[in-house]
């Protein structure tokens, strides 16, 4: 079964950038039934989603964090990757990767049906 | 605030049933599919309904989702105290900006 597990610095100090990894086993980011995606949530709040990934590098975020998001997908390594530039407080938050669904007859982003047990990120110097 | 609209709480008695609300607009639920997530205390989200109406794998038929015009519903019969959890819907919003939406969630409280 297809498994995510996110990975990288649990502190990020202010006005630094934040890089968390996550690694798909099981199956394959190549897959083109699937678009990749981060989502996270502050403590005691709801979720956000930040972006996704296609296996070719396409991608797609959130307006009110894309001037500082960035996506990435390493296919050799089985893996897809996150940076959140010019952190602050207000990015403390756990971070969850997940597969998310692309509707079979739409092709537009369906549900998230696999997420990883996600990582706390806290930004504070 | 969020894009749609949760109500933060609904309470109801073991065994009963109880019904969770999700509004939305024309531009993200009147025109996309509506999924459902189930969130236990400290653990990750997990798919409970996808495409409105539909159960993942493993999902027991307790669970149900409906949709109409701008609203989805997320049902729960049979209510059990493992129930007890925050509950989210998301879209996909396909404005000028398409991106994806959750509600702010909703507090359930198995009495």
């Known amino acids: 079964q297809v498994q995510l597990q996110e990975s990288g610095p649990g502190l990020v100090k202010p006005s630094e950038t934040l890089s968390l990894t996550c690694t798909v086993s099981?199956?394959?980011?190549?897959?083109?039934?699937?678009?990749w995606s981060w989502i996270r949530q502050p403590p005691g709040k709801g979720l956000e989603w930040i972006g996704y990934i296609y296996y070719s590098g396409s991608t797609n975020y959130n307006p009110s964090l894309k001037s500082r998001v960035t996506i990435s997908v390493d296919t050799s390594k089985n893996q897809f990757s996150l940076k959140l530039s010019s952190v602050t407080a207000a990015d403390t938050a756990v971070y969850y990767c997940?597969?998310?669904?692309?509707?079979?007859?739409?092709?537009?982003?369906?549900?998230?049906?696999?997420w990883g047990q996600g990582t706390m990120v806290t930004v504070s110097s | 605030q969020s894009v749609l609209t949760q109500p933060p709480s609904v309470s109801a008695a073991p065994g009963q049933k109880v019904t969770i609300s999700c509004s939305g607009s024309s531009s993200n639920i009147g025109n996309n599919y509506v999924s459902w997530y189930q969130q236990l205390p400290g653990t990750a989200p997990k798919l409970l309904i996808y495409?409105?109406?539909k159960r993942p794998s493993g999902i027991p038929d307790r669970f149900s989702g409906s949709k109409s015009g701008t609203s989805a519903t997320l049902g729960i019969t049979g209510l059990q105290t493992g129930d007890e959890a925050d509950y989210y819907c998301g879209t996909w919003d396909s404005s000028l900006s398409a991106f994806w939406v959750f509600g702010g969630g909703t507090k359930l409280t198995v009495l």
């Open positions: 495409d409105n109406n």
């Open positions: 997940a597969r998310q669904l692309i509707h079979y007859s739409s092709s537009s982003p369906d549900a998230f049906d696999i």
């Open positions: 099981g199956g394959s980011v190549s897959s083109g039934s699937y678009y």
